[in-house]
C-alpha cells in the first residue's frame, strides 16, 4: 500500500486501500485481473470497464475495518448505496477504484497514460 484513501459515508469514515493479498482476492471475485481493467490508454477507458461487480469486490476487500474480507453482495451494495446517497455518484466510485490500484504503487502506468477524471469528491470542491 502506498496511500490510503479515505470514504466519507455521513459522519463516518472508511479507510481504502490494496494490499497484494486484497488484489488477489479482488481478482478472484471479479474473475479476471486488476491489469485487464487497467490497460487501457486513459483512466476513462478503465472507468468504461469497471462494472458493479468490481466495485463490489473493492469494496469487500479494499475497506480495511472490522468486516475487511467479510462483506456479503448484499453489504456491499448496500455500503455503494450509502456512498452515492451520501452526494457522491457512480463515476466517483469507479474513480475510488482506478485510484486505490494505483495508489498501490505496483503498477506503472504505460506511456501517454493520462491520469485525469480520478478526483474524490473532495478534491473537486
Known amino acids: 500500500m502506498k496511500e ?4 466519507q459515508i ?3 469514515q472508511y479507510p481504502l486501500y490494496l ?5 488477489r482476492m479482488l481478482e478472484r471475485g471479479i474473475g479476471h485481473s486488476v491489469l485487464s481493467i487497467m490497460s487501457g490508454n486513459t483512466v476513462d477507458d478503465a472507468v468504461s470497464y469497471i462494472m458493479t461487480d468490481e466495485l463490489v469486490e473493492l469494496i469487500r476487500w479494499g475497506i480495511h475495518d472490522d468486516k475487511h474480507g467479510k462483506r ?3 453489504e456491499c451494495y448496500d455500503f455503494l448505496q450509502a456512498y452515492c446517497d451520501s452526494g457522491h455518484n457512480y463515476d466517483e466510485a469507479t474513480a ?3 485510484r486505490a490500484v494505483w495508489n ?3 503498477f506503472v ?3 501517454g497514460l493520462k491520469q485525469k477524471n480520478v478526483r474524490t469528491a473532495e478534491q473537486k470542491k
Open 109 to 111: 502506468p504505460l506511456p
Open 19 to 23: 494490499t497484494i493479498g486484497d488484489l
Open 104 to 106: 498501490t504503487g505496483l
Open 4 to 7: 490510503q484513501i479515505t470514504i
Open 96 to 98: 475510488l477504484f482506478i
Open 72 to 74: 456479503t453482495d448484499d
Open 10 to 12: 455521513k459522519d463516518k
